[in-house]
């Protein structure tokens, strides 16, 4: 936790030649075309890998426009007509001329806003099967293999991504089926299981929706911060059965998380309030519980979730109120972060509005870990948990 | 030889007060030392106490209990002074229930007539003479949650164990259909 590197200066350096490349990439203004990196061969529209694309994507999807947004837009927009060409011919059957690219049939399922990443890939997973040429076991093995391999090789930063393949693979293929001589029909059960995990995936959902009901209260203020879709499914099923509810959401710099999440909340008649990102202690002896998603659960019980949620938790705990996380069981994950920094470093440039002069540093990491000690239960599709419940929840999943 | 001392309300759910002062009775007829003490005199005496061992009403799935009304101060005494916590409890007190479910908060209120005579309380009505509703409000709630990070030990009949485990002893006597009835 105390470690610095003493060669800060090395780090620096090493840095340098990418911020540089990076910077020229942004600074490409909105009207040129397409920016001559993105191509078909590099499906990830960023290909400085040190930016994550997942959270890219949830600006997108998520943020109000922004120049980046913008820039992105364009990129997708270019990247579109192809991508549906290929859903077309791979639905017209197998002998298609296009060899089957998961990346392809996962940028397809990725581009609905409202299916999280991981589902998107369980889907994609699940379609090779389904159009896989193998003839026995271990080749559609060693093919699905490959499918998550390349999935997650895609985006490295995102945890519930990778997490999801891992336990895809693993639902799928802990079956007796396996064992069938009739290599079709085993192919047809893995198929099976494979809907099957998309569908609870789907639906985790909705089942969080429900178990956590029964912890808001009439009257109470649920302090929320970055946008979960299934935090707000939470708060749409609440609002739905009429409980008399508010709801204050933080700003959620730099991706305006809160006021998507404000007007969402507006649309279901909920009373909400907006506060900057550091409001929130000021506003916390209003508040009753604090609410959030979460990108990854890591195996210690604690989360990883958008930057600002363990300020958030550890000024919660010291007012002694509730932490509750909503999480599928998908985002589940074999890590165990020692500090903020032992996570993999996922980037996302931070646009000041103000030219800022190039000495300055800008801390752009999008995510931090909040320690399971801050967090007082996790709504999951296995169940309302506590912390310490998270690690033999996990040996169950995967071993 | 241990030294016992026994506060004053400790009591069961269904009988009234002075169950400590049966209970302090019962423990000096087996022949130990014991010593009565008033609820308000904890703070007191905790810094000359070794280990606090009580029992609970139920065990909840976070591992915090609901105990007699007046145990969340024994537990936070006994914090402040790093006194150990120890909870007797059997399997059959476990629940499935979080706390903070409102179903579990809400807690059973007694009849007040254990703190305040009926006959003084009708002399505090005619203190308020114009409205109906009385100026005094007499509260006796029967219980207490007490938090699991308050808890050090809890005693089952199959073993010694911390409060995190306790899910675990509820999801092994539980089916996962019966939690939410």
Redesign the interface.
């Known amino acids: 936790m105390w470690w610095r590197s003493p060669s800060f200066i090395l780090d620096n350096r090493q840095q340098q030649p990418n911020d540089t490349a990076r910077r020229d990439a942004l600074s490409i203004p909105l009207s040129s075309p397409l920016p001559p990196s993105t191509t078909m061969a590099d499906p990830n529209p960023n290909p400085n890998h040190k930016i994550s694309a997942y959270y890219q994507t949830r600006a997108a999807h998520h943020g109000v426009v922004s120049s980046d947004w913008l820039a992105q837009a364009q990129a997708a927009v270019g990247h579109l007509p192809e991508g549906d060409d290929d859903a077309s011919n791979n639905d017209q059957g197998a002998p298609s001329g296009k060899p089957f690219s998961v990346i392809d049939e996962f940028n397809n399922w990725r581009k609905q806003p409202d299916l999280a990443e991981a589902v998107a890939a369980i889907r994609a997973l699940a379609a090779v099967i389904r159009n896989s040429q193998a003839t026995t076991m271990m080749e559609l093995e060693i093919e699905l293999k490959k499918a998550s391999d390349s999935l997650k090789s895609w985006d490295t930063t995102s945890i519930s991504l990778t997490a999801g393949c891992d336990l895809f693979m693993r639902y799928v293929t802990r079956t007796s089926a396996l064992e069938y001589e009739d290599f079709n029909s085993a192919k047809t059960r893995l198929i099976e299981r494979a809907e099957k995990f998309g569908e609870i995936s789907y639906k985790a959902r909705k089942i969080i929706a429900m178990l956590s009901q029964?912890?808001i209260?009439d009257g109470c203020t649920i302090l929320v911060h970055g946008f979960s879709r299934v935090v707000l499914e939470v708060l749409k099923t609440a609002a739905q059965s009429k409980k008399l509810f508010r709801v204050f959401c933080t700003e959620g710099r730099p991706d305006r998380t809160g006021l998507r999440l404000s007007n969402e909340l507006a649309k279901l008649d909920v009373p909400v309030k907006l506060l900057i990102d550091s409001a929130v202690a000021y506003s916390m002896d209003e508040v009753d519980m604090v609410f959030v998603g979460a990108d990854g659960v890591v195996e210690s019980g604690g989360i990883i979730n958008m930057m600002g949620t363990y300020q958030i938790a550890l000024v919660a705990h010291s007012m002694n109120k509730?932490v509750y996380v909503a999480a599928e069981s998908y985002k589940f994950a074999r890590l165990y972060p020692l500090d903020q920094k032992d996570m993999g470093p996922a980037l996302r440039p931070i646009e000041f509005g103000v030219p800022i002069p190039s000495k300055v540093e800008v801390e752009t990491s999008a995510r931090d870990y909040t320690p399971p000690q801050y967090l007082?239960?996790l709504f999951t599709d296995l169940?309302?948990?506590?912390p310490?419940?998270v690690s033999?929840e996990l040996i169950q999943l995967y071993l | 030889m241990p030294f016992f001392i026994a506060t004053d309300s400790f009591n069961n759910l269904a009988v009234t007060r002075y169950q400590g002062h049966c209970f302090a009775k019962d423990l000096s007829a087996e022949g130990f030392r014991t010593t009565l003490i008033t609820d308000s005199a904890v703070f007191a005496m905790i810094s000359r106490v070794n280990m606090v061992v009580v029992g609970a009403h139920t065990v909840m799935a976070n591992g915090g209990i609901i105990g007699p009304v007046g145990l969340n101060m024994l537990a936070l005494a006994a914090k402040q002074h790093g006194v150990p916590f120890v909870v007797v409890a059997a399997t059959h007190k476990l629940c499935p229930l979080y706390p903070e479910n409102p179903v579990v908060r809400l807690n059973e209120l007694k009849s007040p007539s254990d703190l305040l005579q009926f006959g003084e309380f009708s002399e505090c009505m005619e203190l308020a003479p114009d409205s109906s509703a009385c100026v005094l409000n007499v509260v006796n709630p029967a219980f207490d949650y007490v938090p699991p990070q308050l808890i050090n030990l809890f005693i089952t009949d199959i073993g010694g164990h911390n409060p995190s485990f306790m899910y675990r002893l509820i999801a092994d006597y539980y089916s996962a259909d019966d939690f939410i009835l």
């Open positions: 029964d912890f209260f509730p007082t239960l169940g309302v948990l506590t310490s419940v033999d």
